[in-house]
């Protein structure tokens, strides 16, 4: 299980490296897969922002902390809603009126690739505003994806224990009730 995983968030980012959306979309959707994988159950939203908030926190405390120039510390939040529900069912960042209802704000994040973000000096989790950009996080694709692939590392090493003394069994459950696509495609 762990070299699968390990072996998807790999390519993760190779596709992050592409100068395309998709790799997000892909990014998002491995996101979702893991979110449940740590809980061993489908925690919805709940369950995607709690990943956000106690595993990919450890990575980087930026997805935990990060301020919007508002004021807002809502990333988690804002990564569900916009970030997850935006770019999966709707392939935007403006989410739609359920995902504003619950939380969601437009375009609050944004999204990059290195070359971009190195030539307009936008480090990752960085505050952005520019055009109908006002508030916003900024993701690096290359630096998302490095964070994809420590995450995946922390929820198999033994420090994943500090956070959920049960993770081992609930991902042996939810691998059992859902087993990830294997074979030759």
């Keep these: 299980m762990e070299q ?51 595993y990919l926190a450890r990575i980087n405390p930026s997805y935990g902390s990060f301020q919007y120039k508002s004021g807002s510390k809502d990333l988690p939040e804002q990564l569900y809603h916009v970030f997850r529900c935006g770019l999966v069912h709707q392939f935007s960042l403006v989410p739609d009126q359920q995902s504003l209802t619950s939380g969601g704000r437009l375009r609050s994040i944004a999204l990059c690739h290195r070359k971009e973000a190195k030539k307009r000096n936008l480090p990752h989790l960085s505050q952005y505003s520019s055009g109908k950009i006002s508030d916003a996080a900024v993701f690096v694709a290359e630096d998302f994806g490095k964070d994809l692939k420590n995450v995946v590392k ?32």
């Excluded at 596709?15 to 979309?25: A, Q």
Aim: glycine residues 6%; aromatic residues 14%; proline residues 7%.
């Design 4 to 54: 699968y995983f390990k072996a998807r968030a790999k390519e993760v980012q190779r596709i992050l490296k592409y100068i395309s959306p998709w790799g997000f979309v892909c990014a998002a959707a491995f996101l979702d897969c893991l979110s449940k994988l740590v809980a061993g159950q489908d925690n919805k939203r709940k369950g995607y922002k709690d990943f956000v908030k106690n």
């Design 154 to 185: 922390l929820i198999f090493s033994p420090q994943a224990k500090t956070i959920d003394p049960d993770i081992a069994p609930k991902m042996k459950e939810w691998v059992k009730k859902h087993p990830p696509i294997m074979g030759g495609f």
